[in-house]
């Protein structure tokens, strides 16, 4: 849900500068790794299903980094800006957890209740 709200807002027919769509600001790119048309991904249930997928493959790619995945999925590696915007959006009196903390396998609990099963602990 943070990252939702630092991407547009909640807006699901939100197209960025770059042509990223949808809630989760989904990049074209991605269209052609899973075959779909790009009108689908303004529907709610495939743009969160294609961006809890995308974020966890970061994770995967980062060993559980949400710091670094979260940095790939705006296509900011290496940047903490956004990364430090989307867990202050989840809880704005959480610091910034370290990588192996329990502060942040909560995050990943509470991330995961906006209905898939893709995020898991680190």
């Known amino acids: 849900m943070a990252l939702i709200e630092v991407e547009?807002?909640?807006d699901e027919f939100a197209i960025s500068v770059v042509d990223a769509f949808g809630l989760m600001q989904i990049m074209?790119?991605?269209?052609?790794?899973?075959?779909?048309?790009?009108?689908?991904?303004?529907?709610?249930?495939?743009?969160?299903?294609?961006?809890?997928t995308?974020?966890?493959y970061y994770l995967d790619i980062e060993s559980g980094n949400l710091t670094r995945a979260l940095a790939r999925y705006?296509?900011?590696?290496?940047?903490?800006?956004?990364p430090n915007k989307v867990i202050k959006a989840l809880?704005?009196?959480?610091?910034?957890p370290d990588n192996n903390s329990l502060?942040?396998?909560?995050?990943?609990i509470?991330?995961?209740?906006?209905?898939?099963?893709?995020?898991?602990f680190l």
């Open 28 to 52: 074209p790119f991605w269209l052609d790794k899973i075959n779909l048309p790009d009108k689908t991904l303004f529907k709610i249930k495939i743009n969160l299903r294609m961006g809890c």
């Open 110 to 120: 509470y991330w995961s209740g906006v209905g898939t099963t893709d995020l898991y």
């Open 54 to 56: 995308i974020l966890r």
């Open 91 to 96: 809880n704005p009196s959480l610091g910034l």
């Open 8 to 10: 547009r807002h909640f």
């Open 74 to 82: 705006n296509g900011s590696l290496g940047k903490y800006v956004y």
């Open 103 to 108: 502060k942040n396998r909560q995050l990943l």
